[in-house]
């Protein structure tokens, strides 16, 4: 209670509209500082789905709902066999699963892909034996563990490669 301009410390303080100024809210949204300073708070624009998390997009941007990582993946898998070959890695393809049982199959990694980007090559039908899978760069310019070429010649093999910024690593 305010009086003779002294405040009461027992009194509690009233906000108006719950201190946002915001007179409604969609459901389930979260309130955030705003963006600019003439919307001092903003609802994110998303409820998310089930097994996302809110993350930060950094400073001047609102967060928003993305995958967590956690939780069971799906995995784009791209079926190749001999036809295929010679075959350029897309920028969708990550898991390639390989049918080398009528003949060899040649894969050409990008030469400048992300840093960090991961594709993984393996052997489906267990011919890498008698029909190898050779995976190299695109002309064979950028190495892949210090080679221009890596083959993969053990039945039912698998191989996971990594860009690093100038060359691939097997992992």
Request: net charge negative; hydrophobic share 35%.
């Amino acid at each position: 209670m305010v009086t003779n301009n002294s405040w009461n410390s027992q009194d509690p303080a009233q906000v108006a509209k719950g201190g946002t100024g915001n007179a409604t809210a969609t459901a389930y949204t979260v309130q955030c500082g705003g963006t600019t300073t003439t919307s001092p708070f903003q609802s994110i624009a998303s409820v998310g789905t089930a097994n996302q998390v809110l993350t930060s997009n950094g400073a001047g941007a609102l967060p928003t709902f993305q995958a967590s990582g956690l939780g069971p993946q799906v995995i784009t898998i791209t079926l190749l066999d001999d036809t295929d070959s010679a075959y350029t890695v897309l920028t969708t393809d990550y898991y390639l699963s390989c049918d080398v049982s009528a003949g060899v199959l040649v894969i050409n990694l990008a030469n400048a892909p992300t840093t960090g980007r991961v594709i993984i090559v393996k052997d489906s039908t267990g011919s890498a034996a008698s029909f190898n899978i050779t995976v190299t760069t695109v002309g064979g310019v950028v190495t892949i563990d210090g080679a221009t070429t890596f083959v993969m010649n053990t039945a039912y093999e698998s191989s996971s490669f990594v860009f690093n910024g100038t060359s691939y690593e097997i992992f």
